[in-house]
Nanobody
Framework: VQLQAYGGGLVQPGGSLRLSCAVNGSIFSLNAMDWYRQASGKQRELVASITSAGTTEYADFVKGRFTVSIDNAKNTEYLQMNSLEPEDTAVYYC??????????????????WGQGTLVTVSS
């Protein structure tokens, strides 16, 4: 199972970007997906979460500006980022909580990380 995140880039303050993250590989179920970010010299922080049922949570610093969504048929989550600010500059990582079905052994829960995509907000 691998996560592929893409959609980062350079955008001016006030602009928008849409990040995508696809879960590739054979899974029994996709349970939840998250977006984290890590700015240079800072710790990784949670940006937004979404369950397969569509329940969402956001960090206070993105509420009203970012929207997370999920396409269960495609095992893909999205992060629509509007009104971007220079402080949003960071590497954005996606993660996924999945259940795998392993022959004979049964079902097990795993957590995977994507490789990160750089978002730079600058004029």
């Amino acid at each position: 199972v691998q996560l592929q995140a893409y959609g980062g880039g350079l955008v001016q303050p006030g602009g928008s970007l849409r990040l995508s993250c696809a879960v590739n590989g054979s899974i029994f179920s996709l349970n939840a997906m998250d977006w984290y970010r890590q700015a240079s010299g800072k710790q990784r922080e949670l940006v937004a979460s979404i369950t397969s049922a569509g329940t969402t949570e956001y960090a206070d610093f993105v509420k009203g500006r970012f929207t997370v969504s999920i396409d269960n048929a495609k095992n893909t989550e999205y992060l629509q980022m509007n009104s971007l600010e220079p402080e949003d500059t960071a590497v954005y990582y996606c993660s996924a909580a999945v259940t795998l079905e392993i022959p004979v052994l049964g079902r097990y829960d795993y957590h995977y990380w994507g490789q990160g995509t750089l978002v730079t907000v600058s004029s």
